[in-house]
């Protein structure tokens, strides 16, 4: 049974405009989310996360926003670039000393020019 | 800059061969992790070691075994490698710190298995 759960598994948006990746959760003892962006043939790297004490956090261009009564957690890009196309993973830690993440499905997001 | 490197970009093995992927991490982690990934199924974790000689079954162990003899290297094997391992193998590392593990991965090891 799936605790991490990205029901879209592709998106397509124009250069410019916002992207918005959801990702929805069951266990509420999750004390992180974190996103990771994966290009084909290449290991997925670390984007942005969040503790589960806030309800948004900001890099540049990167945004995630945590929605705890919801159990939902999204990522917003704005503005979207070509560059952005990439796998989209949704993670999150168990509360406490766990090493492991849960891993999302991913979505697949499709920049257009 | 925490560097995880895996020994192959690329692989192509036969049927019934024994297949070792080595991974090696220069941040001196605690955890490391062997995941793989296949379309439309995420990342599913094999194996993962949180110290020297340590190690934890995931979620699909089947037909893997892993080796964990220093810090920073974290071998799996495919003992006779079958066709249905066909697949992209990563593995992560990861210090956990305030409650708190951000994993770092290597490039990926794309695996064909004939």
């Known amino acids: 049974d799936q605790q991490v759960k990205q029901n879209s598994p592709s998106l397509s948006v124009q250069e410019g405009r916002i992207s918005i990746l959801n990702c929805d959760y069951t266990n509420s003892m999750f004390d992180y989310f974190l996103w990771y962006k994966k290009y084909p043939a290449e290991g997925p790297t670390f984007l942005i996360s969040?503790?589960?004490i806030k309800d948004k956090n900001e890099d540049g261009r990167f945004t995630v926003f945590l929605n705890k009564s919801a159990k939902h957690l999204s990522l917003h890009i704005v503005p979207s670039q070509p560059g952005d196309s990439a796998v989209y993973f949704c993670a999150a830690k168990g509360a406490g000393n766990n090493r492991k993440l849960i891993w999302g499905l991913g979505t697949s997001l499709a920049v257009n020019p | 800059d925490v560097k995880v490197t895996q020994s192959s970009r690329y692989l192509v093995k036969r049927t019934g061969e024994k297949v070792f992927l080595e991974c090696v991490q220069d941040m001196d982690h605690e955890n490391m992790f062997w995941y793989r990934q296949d379309p439309g199924l995420g990342l599913r974790l094999i194996y993962f070691s949180y110290d020297v000689k340590m190690k934890e079954k995931g979620d699909i162990p089947e037909g893997y075994s892993v080796s964990r003899e220093k810090k920073e290297r974290f071998s799996l094997i495919l003992e006779s490698a079958s066709t249905n391992q066909t697949s992209m193998y990563l593995c992560?590392?990861?210090?956990?710190?305030?409650?708190?593990?951000?994993?770092?991965f290597g490039p990926g090891t794309r695996l064909t298995v004939l």
């Open positions: 992560a590392s990861s210090l956990l710190r305030g409650g708190y593990n951000e994993q770092f």
């Open positions: 969040i503790s589960s």
